[in-house]
């Protein structure tokens, strides 16, 4: 059974630093696509950015250029979030998803096959 655990949210003020992991368990961590997501209340589900094991590639959403980095250790199965300079707008809760085998990539929630259950992050001002 596919499981994705988040852990690493909390409260921290503007300008601050966190780092989130997404813990994956119950496929080969050898062929995926994982992707950060973040929903805040009253908004849509945003791609925030993901990760290829195929070839390293990373991708990120304008708002987070910068200040995010995403990266994976394979021998432990997870994938971290550091996110630097966080801002009020940042908070929310943030998901990590796995896409096996993708034939994409991208930070589109559709593509993804598996879900966490999420991590709060709080930001305040």
């Known amino acids: 059974e596919v499981q994705l655990v988040e852990s690493g949210g909390g409260l921290v003020q503007a300008g601050g630093s966190l780092r989130l992991s997404c813990a994956a368990s119950?496929?080969?961590?050898?062929?995926?696509?994982i992707g950060w997501f973040r929903q805040a209340p009253g908004k849509e589900r945003e791609g925030v950015s993901c990760i290829s094991s195929r070839d390293g590639s990373t991708y990120y959403a304008d708002s987070v250029k910068g200040r995010f980095t995403i990266s994976s250790d394979n021998r432990k199965n997870t994938v971290y979030l550091q996110m630097n300079g966080l801002k009020p707008e940042d908070a929310a809760v943030y998901y990590c998803?796995?896409?096996?085998?993708?034939?994409?990539?991208?930070?589109?929630?559709?593509?993804?096959?598996?879900w966490g259950q999420g991590t709060q992050v709080t930001v305040s001002s």
């Open positions: 119950g496929f080969v961590f050898d062929d995926y696509a």
């Open positions: 998803a796995a896409e096996l085998n993708p034939v994409g990539i991208g930070l589109t929630p559709a593509l993804y096959d598996y």
